[in-house]
């Protein structure tokens, strides 16, 4: 007996906003980071396809760098200062982001009725440096 199809699965409510976290390293791939790089590069085309399949739900991506939070507190801290500080060399910004920078941008993407389907980078220049 064959499968009985159902209907595709929707999210609810139609509208409103879906915001996905991604990384940099889709766009600035490190040779350490192949498989990063590819789940990050994934995870934006999912989104963009997303948009498409869901609207009028609104779906983005927030893509942050390098940010000092507690993911790095298991580091030594010699070498986590090191990398802090050799961030804050290369960004453009000059600095390494904060969890709050990144809680800026997914605010911005949910709040605006007129973004879908992009991912906003918010890795202080890092993609470009």
Known sequence: MGRVPH???RPRPASGSLTLLAGYLSQRPGRASALQSAINA????LVRGLALEYAPL????VSPGLLRTPLWEGMD???RERMYEAATQ???VGRVGEAADVAQAVLFVTGNAYA????VYVDGGGTIA
Do not use: S
Not at 58 to 61: E, F, I, L
């Open 77 to 79: 801290v010699t070498a």
């Open 58 to 61: 609104r779906v983005n991506a």
């Open 42 to 45: 994934a995870l934006e085309a």
């Open 7 to 9: 209907p595709p699965v």
């Open 90 to 92: 290369r960004l453009p």
């Open 116 to 119: 879908t389907g992009t991912t």
